[in-house]
T-cell receptor, first 114, second 116 residues
């Protein structure tokens, strides 16, 4: 089975622009979570989607948004980029939305904001 | 709020030796899950091992095992017969077992070096 895939793998943007990142979960997985990883803040939860519905959201400004499609693929969008948004964005999928589920991570998208 | 603490920013072990990475957590819940993830230089997070809090038996996966001390809120990872490929950042993570919150709360990580 193919793992979680994320596109693009690398991205360079300038301040004020917006960006959309994509995540395709493992086949059959219906839950997708997003995390931001930075040297200063570590790994922080952004949001989780299950069956096209956002179930949980982390403590991030409204510039960060996401959605999930009927095929479970997910996108996250960051508008009005700031320098501090430079990070590795990780997507993780799990079979269901139960708390017992294990999350499997993709390779991440590295975003650099100049 | 739950917190996860990894007090060892860096550890070093010789090939074929055993190393233990420490993790403590703070929670008022009784039902939860604990994980160790490995992040090699490729940055892909790989699940190493998981432990259900309701299980008294410590989880084991080949050369990897945990020492889960629920009362002490401690969850250490032991790597036996260390290999060069074990060199990576290791993250301890917590997930609540109640409600609908399924997010992982991570520690700050421990960088493991494996030397010849």
């Amino acid at each position: 089975k193919a793992g979680v895939t994320q596109t693009p793998r690398y991205l360079i943007k300038t301040r004020g622009q917006q960006v959309t990142l994509s995540c395709s979960p493992i086949s059959g997985h219906r839950s997708v979570s997003w995390y931001q990883q930075t040297p200063g803040q570590g790994l922080q939860f952004l949001f989780e989607y299950f069956s096209e519905t956002q179930r949980n959201k982390g403590n991030f400004p409204g510039r960060f948004s996401g959605r999930q499609f009927s095929n479970s693929r997910s996108e996250m969008n960051v508008s009005t980029l700031e320098l501090g948004d430079s990070a590795l964005y990780l997507c993780a999928s799990s079979l269901g939305a139960g708390v017992e589920e294990t999350q499997y991570f993709g390779p991440g998208t590295r975003l650099l904001v100049l | 709020a739950q917190t996860v603490t990894q007090s060892q920013p860096e550890m070093s072990v010789q090939e074929a030796e055993t190393v233990t990475l420490s993790c403590t957590y703070d929670t008022s819940e009784s039902d939860y899950y604990l994980f160790w993830y490995k992040q090699p230089p490729s940055r892909q997070m790989i699940l190493v091992i998981r432990q259900e809090a309701y299980k008294q038996q410590n989880a084991t996966e080949n050369r990897f095992s945990v020492n889960f001390q629920k009362a002490a809120k401690s969850f250490s990872l032991k790597i036996s017969d260390s290999q060069l490929g074990d060199a990576a950042m290791y993250f301890c993570a917590y997930r609540s077992g109640t409600g609908t919150a399924s997010k992982l709360t991570f520690g700050t990580g421990t960088r493991l070096q494996v030397t010849l």
